[in-house]
């Protein structure tokens, strides 16, 4: 690298990002749009010449702030709204890229008389909506409070997830011509494995340990330990051939449940900001007018067909799944659009031989396009909901939320009887055990390929006996853990097949122990034939060296029986207090410091008087909640969305101090009607 041109260009460009976003703050555009133009008045095609001398390290750099974007939005977006929100997110996430790949696939093949292979990579470049814009510009609107935010970012998380599964599918139908389903389930696979091992490993481990450094009161050292955890996990996604965001937004959640959260966010939101800024502006360096002239026919009507498509996918999958109308509506119009994906898609399609290089230029061109008129779409996506709804008749729009208020009822009112939900938590348990194990030995894998030489000749030539051995010592606190969980399995099972009246016989007594026996054995079984097949990949040639490690495991399986019986006690309380322990408000109480709850008397003559909590939607509109209501010495807590307001009502409203003067205002609004 040349430091002179990499300072020439740094200059440049944050010069060149920093007039513009001045300019965009001022007549209220989003500045999105205003770093992707920089980007395209610098780079090599608008004027025969690039301004930028060394784009690959400006390219470094704008990684760098994907993983910052897709950091901080994991640290706003913890395991329990995930759980929550996963009855939308996941289906309108398969629906959408299905009905996506199926669009791009016909528009391929049909009008722009492509070869199959071509066009299904069409379709996977068009079906994943880009997280990174949307973080960037809901952030710049000040709507991260809004409900249908959060479940565009599971959707578009999810649709990362799959895309990956989709590329690997991909990638191997265009190296053979044929389908390659163990080249998918492989990478299936190892994604899965990626996944638990940062979330579980990741929620024992690392809030654990950023506690401790927050205790010290330094914020330059829990910085630092911060971005030292976030960067290893992204690396890590990187050399797994997967994407850089999706490590960096898995820790991001797993930061999320330490203590110092506030402190850790507040650090990173200026290297956010400028980075991201630097990302946005090498997206603009891809821009090729004249090509994206040469092919405009074709890049408009496939702009036309993902915002179209994705707005009716993505409105219709929400709104099936529990979301009401005006906020799956919403959540379709933010999603109308393509993101970085899409390059990633097309550049493997071109690198690999499987279609020309009129696919790049098409899906940059889509991408930008898509980019450029989402931010405008998202803004007037109030106004259209709105309008949409006043034209409505009432019959459909009563439908539409008794269907909604049914749906919320039927999801959050399940429950299940106890010795249900122990068979439950036990089969769970015991695959995780299964899956923890395999993380390991993958790790141990990939260990194995770097050279240890410059440490020590010594370690270079053992390192599969240590690497083995340390995986297998790992493994046991797991192994140990697996075998209670088995006859915790074995005494469900007992209780189900033994009726309540017999529960304490001989007969059920022994029938218990016999299912214990049983299934201890199974899971003995399970986990030798799943250590043997690991361990085929990094077992040492040498016998003395396995039976060293036998025997060392033995003896650290029986002293440390107790031990990690605790230990698996403990940490089921961890993950159990993550997935269930409400402390999404306090998270936000640290997220948003300046949060208020004030109470508003509704005057006669306002618009919200006989309007009933759900028609006013006051937090999409302001961002502010309703969550108490007085009436006449009633004291309502968590208001129904059903419930009819009145003139003289007392509401207590949560929000910061724009988002209260925003609803202040809208009550005080006069009915003109």
């Not at 999801?411 to 938590?425: C, D, K, M, P």
């Not at 969305?641 to 207590?652: F, R, V």
Request: contains cysteine; charged residues 15%.
């Amino acid at each position: 690298m040349n430091p002179y041109a990499f300072f020439q260009d740094m200059s440049v460009i944050l010069v060149a990002a920093g007039l513009v976003a001045a300019l965009f703050m001022r007549f209220g555009w989003p500045k999105v749009i205003g770093y992707i133009l920089v980007g395209a008045f610098l780079g090599q095609y608008t004027f025969g010449g690039s301004f930028v001398h060394d784009p690959e390290t400006v390219n470094v750099l704008g990684q760098i702030g994907v993983i910052f974007l897709m950091f901080s939005l994991g640290l706003e977006f913890n395991i329990r709204k995930l759980k929550r929100v996963g009855h939308v997110i996941f289906p309108t996430a398969a629906f959408d890229m299905a009905v996506m790949i199926w669009a791009g696939y016909i528009v391929g093949t049909k009008f722009l008389g492509w070869d199959t292979i071509p066009s299904l990579f069409l379709g996977a470049a068009i079906s994943d909506s880009a997280t990174t814009l949307l973080a960037k510009t809901i952030n710049e609107m000040g709507w991260g409070a809004r409900r249908f935010t959060k479940y565009i970012f599971g959707i578009t998380i999810t649709e990362d997830l799959f895309c990956i599964g989709v590329l690997a599918l991909l990638t191997g139908l265009a190296a053979s011509g044929s389908l390659k389903f163990t080249a998918m389930l492989l990478s299936m696979g190892g994604l899965l494995l990626f996944l638990v091992g940062v979330l579980i490993i990741g929620i024992l481990i690392v809030p654990k340990v950023l506690n401790m450094v927050g205790r010290l009161q330094d914020d330059e050292s829990l910085l630092l330990a911060t971005l030292g955890v976030c960067f290893l996990v992204a690396f890590i996604a990187f050399q797994l051939d997967f994407s850089l965001a999706l490590g960096a937004f898995l820790i991001g959640v797993v930061v999320a449940e330490s203590e110092p959260l506030k402190r850790i966010y507040d650090q990173c939101v200026p290297l956010r900001s400028v980075f991201s800024a630097i990302f946005f502006v090498t997206i603009g360096l891809l821009v090729d007018p004249a090509s994206m002239l040469a092919n405009w026919k074709t890049i408009t009507a496939l702009t036309a067909v993902v915002v179209v498509l994705k707005i009716i996918n993505c409105t219709i999958g929400s709104f099936l799944t529990g979301l009401d109308f005006k906020n799956a509506l919403q959540t379709g119009i933010g999603l109308a659009q393509i993101g970085e994906f899409a390059y990633l898609v097309a550049l493997i399609a071109v690198t690999s031989g499987a279609a020309s290089n009129e696919l790049y230029q098409v899906a940059v061109g889509v991408s930008v396009l898509t980019t450029v008129l989402n931010p405008f779409l998202l803004r007037a996506s109030d106004p259209i909901a709105d309008w949409t709804l006043k034209k409505m008749s009432p019959r459909v729009r009563l439908g539409m939320d008794t269907y909604a208020d049914w749906v919320d009822r039927f999801i959050h009112t399940r429950t299940s009887g106890a010795t249900t939900r122990l068979l439950r938590v036990n089969i769970a348990l015991l695959a995780l055990q299964m899956v923890l194990i395999a993380v390991y030995f993958a790790a141990a894998v990939m260990l194995a390929k770097i050279d240890y030489t410059r440490f020590s000749p010594l370690l270079e030539e053992n390192k599969r006996t240590w690497l083995w051995a340390l995986a297998c010592l790992i493994s046991v606190p797991n192994a140990v853990i697996m075998l209670f969980r088995a006859r915790s399995f074995g005494g469900v099972v007992t209780d189900i097949m033994v009726s309540g009246h017999t529960a304490q016989s001989r007969w059920a007594i022994s029938m218990r122990r016999a299912f214990g026996l049983l299934f201890i054995s199974g899971a003995l079984a399970a986990l030798y034939l799943e250590v043997t097949l690991l361990s085929g990949l990094i077992v040492p040639e040498q016998a003395w060296a396995r039976g060293v490690v036998g025997l060392v495991l033995l003896v650290v399986g029986v002293v440390g029986w107790r031990r990690f019986r605790r230990f698996g006690a403990e940490s089921l309380q961890t993950l159990s207090n993550v997935l269930t322990q409400e402390k999404e408000a306090g998270h936000q109480g640290r997220l948003l410091p300046h949060a208020w709850q004030v109470h508003f008397v509704l005057p006669q003559g306002s618009l919200a008087c006989g309007r009933s909590l759900r028609e006013l939607d006051l937090r999409a509109c302001t961002g502010a909640s309703v969550v108490g209501l007085e009436r006449e010495g009633e004291i309502r807590v968590n208001p129904s969305p059903n419930d009819i307001l009145k003139s003289g009502d007392t509401l207590l409203l949560l929000g910061d101090g724009t988002q209260i003067a925003h609803a202040r205002a809208m009550l005080s609004e006069p009915n003109e009607g």
